[in-house]
């Protein structure tokens, strides 16, 4: 069955430290997207990749970096410079930059800094 | 800018209840508009969706009406069932190439029996 797969499910960072978040897609969607989750927050954006080899920022980029070069995958780089990465983390991919279709998500990685 | 308004919760319900959570948006444009769910510890499903003005969508006994005049979505179900606990999410998209989903604070539903 096609769909999103995050990993780890759940992480554990040193402060200091950065870590690298997958997430891989079997639906031959062109878009993808990060997203994070706090309580009482909703989901922020972090970046998102319309093609292959192109990437933006989303509304809280800083101390997170990304790559694209595959359209199957997305990683997540979290930074030593993001100040408070405790969270739950989303990947979702769309059929086109438009998103009008609705988006498919991952079952998220929860990340923790001890 | 372009934002989305939900009720804060958590709503409280008991089994077969009816169901309401509002949701507004402020959009440049005709967004398309969405709802999602998401159970504990998951990703976000998509429930429904409306891409126009006075467009319906609907699934699983849940319904939401595109009002372009109140500029509203507000999910609605007649009877609530313990399983539907869980967290719903409006958003919106513009539709343009170049920009993302646009997601609500999310409301905390739980139903006991």
């Known amino acids: 069955d096609g769909g999103i797969t995050q990993s780890p499910k759940y992480l554990f960072r040193k402060e200091g430290q950065n870590v690298t978040l997958s997430c891989e897609q079997n639906?031959?969607?062109?878009?993808m997207y990060w997203y994070r989750q706090d309580p009482g927050q909703g989901l922020r954006l972090i970046y998102y990749s319309q093609i292959v080899n192109d990437f933006q920022k989303g509304d809280i980029a800083e101390g997170y970096s990304v790559s694209r070069e595959k359209k199957e995958s997305f990683p997540l780089t979290v930074t030593s410079a993001q100040k408070n990465p405790t969270a739950f983390y989303l990947c979702?991919?769309?059929?086109?930059?438009?998103?009008?279709?609705?988006?498919?998500f991952g079952s998220g990685t929860r990340l923790t800094v001890v | 800018g372009n934002s989305v308004t939900q009720m804060e919760g958590p709503v409280t319900l008991s089994e077969e209840a009816f169901l309401t959570i509002n949701c507004t948006y402020t959009a440049t444009g005709y967004p398309s508009l969405f709802w999602y769910v998401q159970y504990p510890g998951e990703g976000l499903q998509l429930l429904l969706k409306?891409?126009?003005?006075?467009d319906k969508g609907s699934n699983k006994g849940f319904e939401a009406t595109y009002r372009k005049e109140t500029t509203s979505f507000h999910l609605e179900k007649g009877s609530v069932q313990v399983s539907d606990s869980a967290v719903y999410f409006c958003?919106?998209?513009?539709?343009?190439?170049?920009?993302?989903?646009?997601f609500g604070k999310g409301t905390t539903l739980s139903v006991s029996s």
């Open positions: 958003a919106l998209t513009l539709n343009q190439a170049g920009t993302a989903l646009i």
């Open positions: 979702a991919s769309s059929r086109s930059g438009q998103g009008a279709n609705g988006y498919t």
């Open positions: 639906l031959n969607h062109d878009a």
């Open positions: 409306a891409t126009k003005a006075d």
